[in-house]
């Protein structure tokens, strides 16, 4: 999945899971964390591969086992804290990003690109970028048109759920 429709994803995911369990919306900080959370795993393993530490893109952070390590030190930092729901959220955002990235692969039968998952028992072969789904009146329909959709449709969910987290981003840019 394109780096930026992870977070929308994350996004979606977390509005999901507070309307699921709490009836309401999401609020502030909660899904600003969640919608990090879901880049994180980007963040991580990109640079570990460009500076050459790893083979390719998808490897310490898109682990299960990173996946495990990250989520459960987060969440133990966040209860200490009193903030369990940040704990929360940050889990529901990097397994947002975990999820979204497995689908392209199965569909396009690409299965041995799923190996970031199990990573280092499994070896992770470099990612062949988007992916041929099928074809609808002689045109190619890729994943980067159903990621379209799911971003589109993500922003359409945020902006009336009246973009919760942009005023406590504002607020953190203030303070600084």
Same mark, same amino acid.
């Given at each position: 999945?394109?780096?930026?429709?992870?977070?929308?994803?994350?996004?979606?995911?977390?509005?999901?899971?507070?309307?699921?369990?709490?009836?309401?919306?999401?609020? #502030?900080?909660?899904?600003?964390?969640?919608?990090?959370?879901?880049?994180?795993?980007?963040?991580?393993?990109?640079?570990?591969?460009?500076?050459?530490?790893?083979?390719?893109?998808?490897?310490v952070a898109h682990?299960?086992?990173?996946?495990?390590?990250? =989520?459960? =030190?987060?969440?133990?930092?966040?209860?200490?804290?009193?903030?369990?729901?940040?704990?929360?959220?940050?889990?529901? #955002?990097?397994?947002?990003?975990? =999820?979204?990235?497995?689908?392209?692969?199965?569909?396009?039968?690409?299965?041995?690109?799923? #190996?970031?998952?199990?990573?280092?028992?499994?070896?992770?072969?470099?990612?062949?970028?988007?992916?041929?789904?099928?074809? =609808?009146?002689?045109v190619e329909v890729?994943?980067?048109?159903?990621?379209?959709?799911?971003f589109v449709i993500?922003?359409?969910?945020?902006?009336?759920?009246?973009?919760? #987290?942009?005023?406590?981003?504002?607020?953190?840019?203030?303070?600084?």
């Open positions: 999945m394109q780096p930026i429709v992870h977070p929308v994803v994350g996004y979606l995911c977390y509005a999901g899971y507070t309307r699921t369990r709490h009836g309401t919306r999401p609020r #502030g900080e909660p899904t600003v964390v969640a919608v990090f959370a879901a880049i994180v795993p980007d963040l991580i393993d990109q640079p570990l591969w460009l500076v050459g530490i790893t083979p390719v893109g998808r490897t682990s299960l086992f990173g996946a495990i390590l990250f =989520v459960g =030190v987060i969440g133990v930092l966040a209860r200490q804290h009193g903030r369990p729901d940040l704990g929360i959220a940050f889990a529901i #955002g990097y397994v947002s990003h975990l =999820v979204a990235d497995i689908p392209w692969h199965v569909l396009a039968g690409d299965y041995d690109e799923l #190996g970031f998952l199990l990573w280092p028992v499994t070896e992770m072969p470099a990612y062949s970028g988007v992916k041929v789904i099928g074809t =609808v009146w002689g890729t994943t980067l048109w159903f990621e379209g959709m799911i993500g922003l359409l969910v945020w902006w009336f759920d009246d973009r919760p #987290g942009l005023g406590v981003s504002r607020q953190y840019v203030r303070d600084r």
